[in-house]
Each structure stands twice: as structure tokens, then as C-alpha cells.
């Protein structure tokens, strides 16, 4: 066979072989999907917006940002799940549609560990305990104590039942063992406005939405569900100071159809820790509240796997049945 020729059968043998390393240099090639299975104009939706805009930049193709709400952002993440693993349609999932999803429905149309595969952890934001400053106590130990002398007449509000502030607040219940009451809103922003009106005791917000009402003093912050003390409150202590182990936030991390290439996957990785060490981005991301994180797709999935295992305990504990 000539040379010639054994040449041209090999490139396309190559170029047939998705995963193949001389595909993965060329990609991509064309625009991609990034879809948010959120609304127009919500977190979720702006964060998928400005690394869309810094991902484009760095890759030199347009990423088009294309929402797919409804059903608790099952509706775009089925709709990623079921595209071409090609690296061309990429998901910006959340806590929601990986994690506590999983959890509160008995039969989701996907599976938010076998139909994926994980990029990166794209940002964390850590959710605030605040309560009405009417309520006797500046720290998380005194509302425990608060809570333990008064059972059942502590109330929270939550973003909805099977939520991550509802599950976050019964993973509180149990950790400080008290019995404060659920109380259900259409979101976190109405339960702040109860909380400012003091109908309700405590709820959580995000760090940027809650900022305002702690300088005012109309509210005040007990605890911040981060790890460690957040740059974005630096004043206010961690939750996990008083009960140690205790974590709550709400993330956001990119996501491809399972199957994609291995060398797609850690190009996209790389772009997205690039993307992040970009102070405006940092500063941008901040605004909102949230942290970038970047990690590896191995690091993200372990998230995913301790994540649904948390939730899924927490649950049954507060004796939450899947719909």
C-alpha cells in the first residue's frame, strides 16, 4: 500500500475516533451548547453567562447559552443527558438537579451519576443562617440553647419542601438536636421577607442577597455553611464551629453527556480553572455571592457520590418521601 495513502486512512481513522488525542487537539470546532436548566435572570443563569462569555474567550469558539427550564431543572438536564457525547452540549448543573433531585424523586429521567460526565465544580455558594434581630441570640450555640428550651416553637423557612435550604435545615435540626419547624416558601426570597417581618424565626440566604439586611442590622448572621470562613463574610464564623462537619451551600458545575471524550472533559477542566483565576471573573462571581472552584472531574464526582449520600440520610430522617 502506498505511504500516501496509509497516511490519509490513518488521519481518518482519527478523526473517526471521538476520543481520539488528535480530535481533542482540534476541539472545538464550532459553537457550543451551554445549557442551564434554570430561568432567564436567576443565579444559575448568570453564572452559565459569564463563564459562557470567559469560556469563549480562552477557546476561541462561541459558547450559546440556551435556558431549558422547568421541573426543578430536570427538563435541560434530561435534555444534556440524552445529547451526543461529542462536547458540543454541556450542562451547568446544580446542587438541585445532582444532588437533592436524586433524592426527592422517586423517578427522575436521568441519572445524575451514570448519564454524566463530570467537568468541573465550577462555584460554590455558601448559604447564611440569619434570624430576625428581635430573637435573643448573636451565636449559633446560643439558638441552639434558644431552640432546646422552647421544641417545636422555632419555625425556618426554606426555598420549598425537598429543597437544599429545607434539607439543609433538618441536616441542622439533627446535627444540633432540636426541633424547629418547616415552614415552605416559592423560593428564598419570600422567606426573607417573612423573616424581616419576624413571622418566621430563621431561614437561609445567599451571602450577596443577605449582605444588605446585616449592614442595615435588620437582620443578623449567625453562621456561614462554608468550610472555612468565607472571604465573602470574613466576620462571620462557620457553622461547623458549633457543629463541626456542618456544610450547606448551593454549587453550580459543569457537566458533559456521559461518554464524552476523556480529552474533551480535562480541556474543559482546564479552561474553567483558567477561567477562574481571572480576578474580574472572581470579582464578578463574588457579586453573586459565590466562589469559584475549579476542581477535577474525579474531585467533583466525589462530591456528587458524598452529596446524594448526605441528602438521601437527611431525608429519611425527617421522613421526607420521594414524589
Do not use: C
Not at 9 to 33: D, E
Not at 82 to 103: E, I, K, S
Not at 209 to 234: D, H, Q
Request: no cysteine.
Amino acid at each position: 500500500m502506498p505511504t500516501q495513502l496509509l497516511r490519509r486512512i490513518v488521519i481518518l481513522m482519527l478523526a473517526a475516533m471521538p476520543g481520539s488525542i488528535a480530535w481533542s487537539q482540534t476541539y472545538p470546532t464550532k459553537p457550543i451548547r451551554f445549557v442551564v436548566p434554570w430561568p432567564a435572570g436567576g443565579v444559575a443563569d448568570i453564572t452559565t453567562r459569564l463563564f459562557g462569555r470567559k469560556l469563549t474567550e480562552l477557546m476561541g469558539q462561541q459558547f450559546v447559552v440556551e435556558n431549558r427550564a422547568g421541573a426543578t431543572g430536570i427538563i435541560g438536564s434530561e435534555f444534556v443527558a440524552r445529547a451526543a457525547p461529542d462536547g458540543y452540549t454541556l450542562l451547568m448543573g446544580t446542587t438541585t438537579t445532582h444532588a437533592t433531585n436524586p433524592v426527592m424523586f422517586k423517578k427522575l429521567p436521568y441519572d445524575a451519576l451514570k448519564d454524566f460526565a463530570p467537568i468541573s465544580l465550577v462555584a460554590d455558594a455558601p448559604f447564611v443562617l440569619l434570624v430576625h434581630p428581635s430573637l435573643p441570640v448573636t451565636t449559633v450555640k446560643e439558638l441552639i440553647a434558644f431552640a432546646n428550651a422552647r421544641p417545636g416553637q422555632l419555625t425556618f423557612g426554606s426555598s420549598g419542601t425537598g429543597s437544599s435550604s429545607h434539607l439543609g435545615f433538618e441536616l441542622f435540626n439533627s446535627m444540633a438536636g432540636i426541633k424547629a419547624v418547616h415552614v415552605p416558601y416559592k423560593g428564598l426570597a419570600p422567606a426573607t421577607v417573612d423573616l424581616l417581618a419576624g413571622n418566621i424565626t430563621m431561614s437561609w440566604e445567599s451571602t450577596a442577597a443577605a449582605t444588605p439586611y446585616i449592614k442595615s442590622k435588620r437582620l443578623r448572621a449567625l453562621g456561614i455553611g462554608s468550610a472555612r470562613r468565607s472571604a465573602l463574610m470574613p466576620d462571620v464564623q462557620t457553622i461547623s464551629e458549633s457543629l463541626p462537619g456542618f456544610e450547606l451551600g448551593s454549587w453550580s458545575a459543569m457537566f458533559a453527556p456521559a461518554g464524552t471524550s476523556p480529552e474533551i472533559v480535562r480541556r474543559l477542566q482546564r479552561e474553567v480553572a483558567a477561567a477562574i483565576k481571572d480576578p474580574p471573573m472572581r470579582e464578578q462571581l463574588a457579586a453573586l455571592g459565590a466562589e469559584g472552584v475549579g476542581n477535577s472531574p474525579e474531585e467533583l464526582a466525589a462530591v456528587l457520590r458524598s452529596d446524594i449520600v448526605k441528602w438521601t440520610r437527611i431525608a429519611r430522617q425527617a421522613n421526607l418521601q420521594p414524589e
